[in-house]
Antibody, heavy 118, light 111 residues
Framework: EVQLVDSGGGLVKPGESLRLSCAASGFPFISYTMNWVRRAPGKGLEWVSSIDSSSTYIYYADSVKGRFIISRDNAKNSLYLQMNSLRAEDTAVYYC???????????WGQGTLVTVSS | QSVLTQPPSVSAAPGQKVTISCSGS????????VSWYQQLPETAPKLLIYDNNKRPSGIPDRFSGSKSGTSATLGITGLQTGDEADYYC????????????FGGGTKLTVL
C-alpha cells in the first residue's frame, strides 16, 4: 500500500525557517517525481515544488522561488522542503504528493500545518 | 487567480446529477490532459479522474470526466451526502515557468 506521511509543520514567526519531511513507503520511491502542494486557509490548492527521481530537475512556484528548497534522500525514501524567510502568506497545510505524470498527482500525504505568525 | 476557472460552488439534491466545469485555454486544457481531485473536509486531496476521463482503481463509476476543446467537466451521478467536498481540476500550462496548475476549486453542497 502506498503511504506518504508528512511531518515537520508548526508555528513560526515571519522570517524564520522550517523543514518539512515526507516519509514514503509501499512503492519504489526512487522511480517517481515528487511534489509539494499547499492549501492556505480559505484558498484552493497551490502547487509549490517538484523534484525528479534523480534530483536533476527541480522546479518551484514563483511565490516560493529563492526561499524554499526541495530535496530528497532516495536511500531513506524521504522528501524534504526547507522553507526559509517564511511569510504570513506561507501559512497553509502542506502536502507531499507523488506524480503520476508531469501534472497529475496520484497519492497524497495527510498534510502538515505551517502557521507563520508573530 | 488561477488560469483554470471553476465555479465557486454548485449544489444538488441527493440522488441527482451535478457537473463541475473547468475552463482554460490552448496553453493548458486545450493541449494537455486534465485531472480532477476531491478534497473532503479536513482530509488530503484524492485523485478522482486522470488523463481527462480515466478513473483510478477504487473510484466508483458515478464519477466521470470529459474534455472538449479548452474546457473540462467532472460529472457526479447518484449524489450522496458523502460527496460534499471541494473539487479541483488540474493540468499542465505551457505558459507558466513550472507548468503545474490547479483550478480555483468548487465547493459541492448536497442539499
Amino acid at each position: 500500500e502506498v503511504q506518504l506521511v508528512d511531518s515537520g509543520g508548526g508555528l513560526v514567526k515571519p522570517g524564520e525557517s522550517l523543514r518539512l519531511s515526507c516519509a514514503a513507503s509501499g512503492f519504489p520511491f526512487i522511480s517517481y517525481t515528487m511534489n509539494w502542494v499547499r492549501r492556505a486557509p480559505g484558498k484552493g490548492l497551490e502547487w509549490v515544488s517538484s523534484i525528479d527521481s534523480s534530483s536533476t530537475y527541480i522546479y518551484y512556484a514563483d511565490s516560493v522561488k529563492g526561499r524554499f528548497i526541495i530535496s530528497r534522500d532516495n536511500a531513506k525514501n524521504s522528501l524534504y522542503l526547507q522553507m526559509n524567510s517564511l511569510r504570513a502568506e506561507d501559512t497553509a497545510v502542506y502536502y507531499c504528493a507523488r506524480a503520476y505524470s508531469s501534472s497529475c498527482f496520484d497519492y497524497w500525504g495527510q498534510g502538515t500545518l505551517v502557521t507563520v505568525s508573530s | 487567480q488561477s488560469v483554470l476557472t471553476q465555479p465557486p460552488s454548485v449544489s444538488a439534491a441527493p440522488g441527482q446529477k451535478v457537473t463541475i466545469s473547468c475552463s482554460g485555454s490552448n496553453s493548458n486544457i486545450g493541449n494537455n490532459y486534465v485531472s480532477w481531485y476531491q478534497q473532503l473536509p479536513e482530509t488530503a486531496p484524492k485523485l478522482l479522474i486522470y488523463d481527462n476521463n480515466k478513473r483510478p482503481s477504487g473510484i466508483p463509476d458515478r464519477f466521470s470526466g470529459s474534455k472538449s476543446g479548452t474546457s473540462a467537466t467532472l460529472g457526479i451521478t447518484g449524489l450522496q451526502t458523502g460527496d460534499e467536498a471541494d473539487y479541483y481540476c488540474g493540468t499542465w500550462d505551457s505558459s507558466l515557468s513550472a507548468g503545474r496548475v490547479f483550478g480555483g476549486g468548487t465547493k459541492l453542497t448536497v442539499l
